[in-house]
């Protein structure tokens, strides 16, 4: 029988500080959607760490939920959902969340899919509802550290669609939508995590 549990050695190094990070944004007891939860391995980590959570999450790949899917599979956990098909860019949940987590998405996709991801966020959000990235990101306009300008001119070379996003038009883009940014958090790696807020009425 084949194990479709897929390994990310960059989910390795980052699981346990990007948890750490939603255990000071996030209430015990909360509903979050990951979206592009690619192997799975942090809804599985963050679902065991906290299991007042309700981790749903999401990817618009097979090979992925295929992953997801046997990880939950061999672990069980009450409060790991079944995974969603979906594509940031097509319909989201009629659901209500606490928080939209989207970990390493932005600058390997289209920046069509941030704006998307803004706007399905804020759609799909409670009233005192997050967003959570992280990935790497530019600031003024300058990558962070001269490895991130590397990995984007790479990036780009795959795809001229991708790349590292600045923060000021991610920020801008969120606005757009009632997203507030409220905090930057510097993370190893040269990586950031971004905590978007909806605006208060």
Known sequence: MTDSRLQSPAAARNRQPILEVLRE?????????EVASGSGEHALHCAAAMPGWIWQPSDPHSRALASITAWSEAVRLDN???PLRLDVTGEWPAERFD???AINLLHISPWTASEALMAGAAGCLGPEGV?????????????????NAAF????????PQWGIRDLAEVEEEAQRYGLLLARVVPMPANNLILILRRQSD
């Open 25 to 33: 944004v996030l209430p015990v007891s909360a509903r979050v959607l």
């Open 80 to 82: 790991l959902r079944k």
């Open 99 to 101: 928080a939209v987590v």
């Open 131 to 147: 967003v959570v990235l992280y990935g790497p990101f530019r600031r003024e306009g300058c990558p962070t550290a001269a490895s």
């Open 152 to 159: 984007d001119a790479d990036l780009r070379r795959r795809d």
